[in-house]
Each structure stands twice: as C-alpha cells, then as structure tokens.
C-alpha cells in the first residue's frame, strides 16, 4: 500500500517538476507574459520526489531476503536499464536536436527532467541496496554511524526550500567529514563471506558495471549542466546527488576490492559448510532410524570425501572389517600391520599421521594415512583409516577436521545405539504388557456367588506378571473345587510355572481325586518341568455344598484362615504338607495329607499368599505377620468380601509404610 | 546376603548372614555347588545370623535334596530364629529326614552322622 502511494506521489512530484521546469523555460524565453513562480516550490517538489522514491525503495528493500546476489543483480539491472535510456536520449539529441525549432528548448528541458528522474531513482535505489548490505551483521556503533550519515542527507533535503544564496552558505557541509564517514561506512562488508565462490564473481562484474554507469551519468549531467540553452534550476546540482554519487562510488570500489581479495579463502569457506553440512548429515541419519551400519557407511563416505582420500576403511574394534572403500580386505592387513608397526596407540592417542609409512616406489601404493579410533562411552568400539597415495596427504587441519568429525560420529553411533537399546526395551514392555493380559485371563477375578458360597479373589504380581495362582472349579451341581499356589520367586519364570499350575488343575480337577491325590499327581507332573531350584506351595479344598463339608489338602502353603461363625473364633489350618516339587518321587505321597470340616452358613475362610504376610515394615523391617491377619479377620469378619480385602491391603500398606508391596500378593476369600 | 564358610573338624560349615532374596539366592547356590564340587560330603548350614529366606532362597537347599539322596552329600540346617523357622516348616520341610533342621551346632552333627549309618 504504502509502495503504491510512494510510486503515485514520486510521479506527480516528478510531472510537477517538470511543469516547473517547462513555467521556468517560458519564462525565460518570454520575461514578462509568464508568471513568476516562488522559488520554494523547487524545493518542495523536488524533495517530495526524492522521499518519495526512497520511501518506495526502503519499502520494496525490507520484503526482500538477504540473498545479496538478488540485491545487486537488482541494482545492476537498474543501472543498465537507467544507462540505456539515458544513452538514447543523448543520442536522440545529438541526431535529431540539431534543429533550431521553438519546441527544441522544451523538449530538452523534458529530457533533462527524464535524465535526473532516472539518475535519481537508480542513486536512492542504490543508496538503499547498499544500506541493506552495511548494516548486514553490523554492530551498534555503525548503526549509529549510519543514522548520523542520514540524518546529514536530511539536513541538505531541508537546504533545498531555501534559495541558492542561502543553500550554498549554510546547507555545504563540511564533504570531507562526510567522506570520512562514507569510507568508515564502506568497510563494512560483512555479507561478502557469504557469498560462494561464483557469486563473487558475478557480483564483481554487476559492481563494475555499476560503476561504469555512474561515471556515465556523472559525466553525462555535466554535458547536460554545461548545455547552458536552457533554464535551468537545482537538480543535479543538489549536494544531496553529488553525496549520493560519491557514497555509492566508494561502496561499490570497497566491495569490488573485498570481494577480489575473498575470492581465494571462498573455497575453504565453501568447505566449512560442506562439513557441516555432512555433520548434519550424519545426525539426521539416526533420526531415520537407519541401521548401525549405515551410520558406519556415511560417517565413512563422509570422512572420505572431507580428506579427499584415496581408499579408506573402517572396521570394529575386534579387527573385523566393516567397510572397505577402494581396497581388498587383505590389503587391509598388511596395511593394519604396518600402522601399528608405526606406533598407532588405539587406546590412548585420538589420532596419528605418518608420513612414508610404506617406502615402495609402485604406483597406486598407499604413502600417507590417517588412523582414527572411535570412542564412545568411554570404550574403544573401532577404527577409522583414511589412505592416500601422495606421501604426506594428510594436513593437520584434515586431522583436525576429522577429530571433530569422528567425535561427531561418535556421539551419533552411541545415540544410535541407546535409540536401538530404548527400542529393545519398549518391545520387551510391549511383550510383558502382552503376558500380563494372557495371565489375568488366567485368573478369574472379582466376586463370584453360586448360592452355596460366596467368592471374592484378588491378585497382584509385583511386577507385570507373577506366580501367584488361584482358580475355581465346578466339579458337579453340588461339588466345587478351589485352588491357591504360590510359585516361588517372581517374575517371568514364575509366570510360566503359574500358568504350568493351572494347566496342571484343569486337568487334575475332572479327574474327582481326593486332595491330597490331588496334590500327589500334581507333584508328579511338575517333578519334570519345574527348574531345580523352584517349588510351588499350593492349597487344594473341595467343597461338598450337599453335605456342607470341605476336604483340603496343603501343599506347604500359608495355612488357611478359618473363620467360625458358631463359636466366633479364627484359626489356621496347619495340616501337615509339603511344597510341590521339591520331593521330586514317590515318597512325596508320605508327606501329605487331607483333612475334612464341616462348615455352617456365615463362616468365612481366608487364602492368602506369603506376600502379604512377608510384607515388612519400612522402618523396623518388622513383617506383617500371621498374628497379625489372625487379628484382622477377628475384627473384620463381618463386612462383605469386598470390603475385608480392601481393609486388610489397607491395613498391610499403613503397615509397611510404603506404596507398593515388593511381592506378588492374593488373596481368596470364601463366605458360606 | 554374605556367607562364609569353613572346615571344621571333617564338617564343611557354611554360615549365611543377613537377608537371602532373589539375587543373593543365586550366590548361595555357587556356594553350595562349590562344596559339592569339592567333595564336602558333611554340609552344615550355620542360620544363626540368617534373618530372611525368600522362597528362592529355600529353593537353593531343596534343590540339593536330590544328591543328599543320592548319597553324594549330607545337609543340616542349624541356628534358625523363630520367623525363618516357620518358613521352613510352613513349606513342610521339617518332615524332611534327609535334610534335618535343628536347634544347635553339636545336634546338627549328630544328625548328619545318624543319616551316615543309615546308610
């Protein structure tokens, strides 16, 4: 918006100022028929014009990026542009104006406004293409250096409303302190580094061209100014045109010179950000999740193009060779034999040059390497070696870059490694969540009530799966059969060898054995598969809702908790018993036995695993006890199932004074 | 869990101090193949200073029931307080005639040597 105001105003500003010329031509020729217009008006519309188009080109410079090839390939198309025109009006004159016609003067006076218009635009074009380019990563100082060189530029704007009596006495400023400034102004050419090797040249050739074509228009106005046939007024002879002129001289010499002496250090540049584009390269080659392999292929592909090498490879720290570039695998050992030969330290030094480490005189030979080791987490996981045929192929600087980029590398493989480790790990997660859901539907949770008795069971492996088990069977309409174990240990194992126990109780079950029969096969079956070190304890109860009795075998497990309604007391069951598997014959059937109760309606009993009995105090290390649960059920009898598990796991982290229970933990409770 | 152990008057002693869990379990057990591998055949297992067995702990001397069946070895456990002792009797391996517990030392060895003319 503001563009297209400034353009508007810079055309009007611009026709008035040639009207004015055109009033002062008539003027001239006819003294007294033409009005005489006040002089100020020169200034307004003259400085009109040129805020106008700065402002256009202040505006159109602050849309543009900081590409500086773009900016002066803009001014160097301007200044041809502006050249040409000029060019041709000068011819058109020099041909064509030769007649002494009444029109000939206007006409002139018509291109003399042309001329200043584009000399105008093309210096204030350039007068802000060069701002863009000083104050580019310009410190504070030059900033308000440049503000200074402005608000100086503003001053002589103000001098134009005044006639040329008072212009010249008190609006020339002192040009040498403004030469000075341009010249401190003119060093900063920070955009220069920036540019490649080509643009350089290129911006070269356009500045010169620049330059070219502000010798033509200085000397151009002059030819114009020495025309002395026309009126003329201030315009080119404004001091803020020659300031303008003479800044973008000196600008545009400064950056030809810079740019001529960057031209050599622009290669090393180009380099630089080579590296750091391959270092970035490199990074990103993780985050593709690439395979280590390939991180081992780029860092040395990368490597190999950063020296400028001739064969290289890369192998593992127990000498097996990764990559080969440029070289069979037995070269390789020859090669390696010689570089320790030479004294490589792959423990200690990060890097070794030789020089001539091979004396053969054959072509093709390997005359200079570069050994680098690979060090991440402290631990030497390989080597590097870059090989060249000229002897002495390796700078210090390429070892230094190669130091850094090894480091790189390094940091790149162990983050990819720790990136495959958290991988591993979140599928182990992923599998044990797997066999937590497979265990819980091995365990039939919550309440169950089948009008004989009531159920309520609950399990909680330490961590995602454990050896706790319980499970419940309806034999026939009246008989029911229910099961608690306790593998011992936690964990994975334990899991396989719960769910070892309840293929082994859907089994036993059908078959309508006494429990301590029960118990007897079922030691048999886990004699074979349980590892020697591990045993189960197990109760077995089978419950005779016709005739209100319970057998019940213990397999060295928690003795039951028994609840008696009719004489309102709790007791254990300490039936003599011994834990599965770990009498692996025969004999076991001697240390087992089952015992019978009759129960009432109301009594309740209590299966429970050691995990809550072994749950210890934080501070005393005190266990939680069966004294304790004795205590506890005397207490609790009478709330619903629910309710005694919710008091009692309760009860048992108020006791341990921690949050968690480091041990699987059931609990199985039957109402009659 | 530490454990030490050493010969007595033709006794190999191994005394088990402090908690023995999951993990100390497995270090038990080395011991315990040691002196199998050794040829310690009168194994006496001082539980004065055992103040927890975990069931993978129990495991470890189970486990041996075998060769002590086998004739290869001779176990007695001694010294244990009152928790562990229940542990162990809980489990049923009090009945364990192969593996006797008991109260001190000197019936520890008087055991072991009864299951020798047994045999």
Redesign the interface.
Known sequence: MIKRYATASAIVSWLLLVFLGMVKQYHSTQPLLAPSLPDFLNGLFLNAFLLSVYLFAFRKLAEMEDDFSVLLWRVFVLAMVSTIVSGLLSLYLYFAGKDDQPWELYLRTLFYHIEFGLLAVFLIYIFTTFKKLILFEANTWVHHLWLVFEVALFLILVGHFFSDAYYEKYFRLPLGVLAIVILILSVNVRWIPYLQFNQKLQSVFQLAVVLFCLVYFTANTYSFLAQGEFAKYRLFDSYYIYILLVFSFIYAVVSILFLLFNLPTSSEFERKFREVDLFQRLSDSILESRSEHEVYSILLESSFVLVKGDAAWLEANDGEILICKNIEENQVNELREALYKEGYDNQETKKVTFKKFLKSRKKGEFRSVLAAPMITDRKLIGHLILLKNQQSGFSHKAMSTINTFMAQASITIHNFKLLNQLVDNQRLQNELQIAKGVQNRLLPEGTLSNGHFEIFAKSQPATEVGGDYYDFFKISEKKYAVIIA?V???GISAAFNMAQMKGIFQTLVRMNLNPDQFLVYANAALSNCLE????I?ASYYYIDAEYHKVYFSR?????TLYYSKATDTVKFFEN????LG???NDSYAN?VEYDIFEYREGDIMLLYT?GLIESKNKVT?E?FG?DRLKVFLEAHHHLPLEEIYQTLLAQAYQFSGETYIDDDYTLLLIKF | MEVKTFDENGYHIIAVYGDVD?SS?LQL?NVLQEAVDNQKQKILVDCTHL?YI???G???F??R??DCEKGLIRIALYGMNE?TL??FK????D??ELMPIVDTKEEAKSRINDLQEDR
């Open positions: 306790d011992a240990g936690k020697r070190t591990a045993f304890t397999a060295g497990h928690c003795p003599k018993g011994l834990g770990i009498i692996r240390y050691d290390g266990q069966f | 999951a379990s057990d103040e975990s069931s993978p129990i495991g470890v189970t486990s029931l075998e928790n229940k542990v809980i489990l049923g391996l009945q364990l």
